[in-house]
């Protein structure tokens, strides 16, 4: 079974709509790490954010915000007021750190069209 | 500063070569990260050094494959006996603690293509 499932292959959307990126996760270890990353089509990944299993907050950084529920395993990434170079392919993350493994799911491409 | 490098970009080789790919980390990182992205695929988890503690291998998809950190700074993968289905973008991160709990900066990936 898929660790890390980002059911979203491919996304578009008009310059200036907000654009949600569905991650769902699957682990048993009750401490654990949630990470996104951007790979943009020069190909570096960047990280975006990390969050920890034991905090729920929602976190909001300019644009980008994220929204962690424990409830639906789920740490969904939404842009907001999308700009061409948000045009990259984005993946979501888990690490157990009981467990010594990280997985990555296998990216949402998005495309923003000006 | 200097991010993550690896060496080389791109590689080609004929199946049934080894190869070795080679990653820098940030300096100060004493975590280490292999992963290999496959066209249109998510990135595996190769394996990974903590300090200098022995690496977990068990993320390595075979017995043909083999890294080693030296020193706890530089890296390096080596692929024997290449076969095609190791075709693929080899991927290289650091990270300043080396629990899977802190971001990861990565290097720029060899590419690498069996014929």
């Known amino acids: 079974a898929q660790k890390v499932t980002q059911a979203q292959t491919e996304i578009s959307v008009v310059e200036k709509e907000d654009v949600t990126l569905d991650c769902v996760y699957e682990?048993?270890?009750?401490?654990?790490?949630l990470f996104w990353y951007k790979q943009p089509p020069s190909g570096e990944l960047v990280f975006l954010i990390r969050?920890?299993?034991?905090?729920?907050q929602n976190e909001i950084s300019g644009r980008y915000s994220w929204n962690f529920q424990k409830s639906t395993s789920s740490f969904n990434f939404t842009i907001t007021a999308s700009q061409v170079v948000d045009s990259a392919v984005y993946f979501c993350?888990?690490?157990?750190?009981?467990?010594?493994?990280?997985?990555f799911g296998t990216g949402t491409s998005l495309t923003v069209i000006p | 500063g200097a991010g993550v490098s690896q060496s080389p970009s791109n590689k080609v080789t004929e199946k049934g070569k080894d190869v070795e790919l080679r990653c820098d980390p940030i300096?100060?990182?004493?975590?280490l990260y292999w992963y290999r992205q496959s066209l249109g695929q998510g990135l595996e988890f190769l394996i990974y050094?903590?300090?200098?503690?022995?690496?977990?291998k068990s993320g390595l998809p075979s017995d043909r494959f083999s890294a080693e950190r030296t020193g706890g700074s530089v890296s390096t993968l080596t692929i024997q006996r290449t076969q095609q289905e190791d075709s693929a973008v080899y991927l290289c991160?650091?990270?300043?603690?080396?629990?899977?709990?802190?971001?990861?900066?990565f290097g720029p990936g060899t590419r690498l293509t069996v014929t």
């Open positions: 991160a650091s990270s300043l603690v080396g629990d899977l709990s802190y971001e990861q900066y």
């Open positions: 300096s100060g990182h004493t975590a």
């Open positions: 993350a888990l690490s157990e750190v009981t467990g010594n493994q990280f997985y």
């Open positions: 050094f903590q300090g200098n503690s022995a690496p977990d």
């Open positions: 682990t048993r270890d009750t401490t654990y790490y």
């Open positions: 969050r920890n299993s034991f905090d729920e």
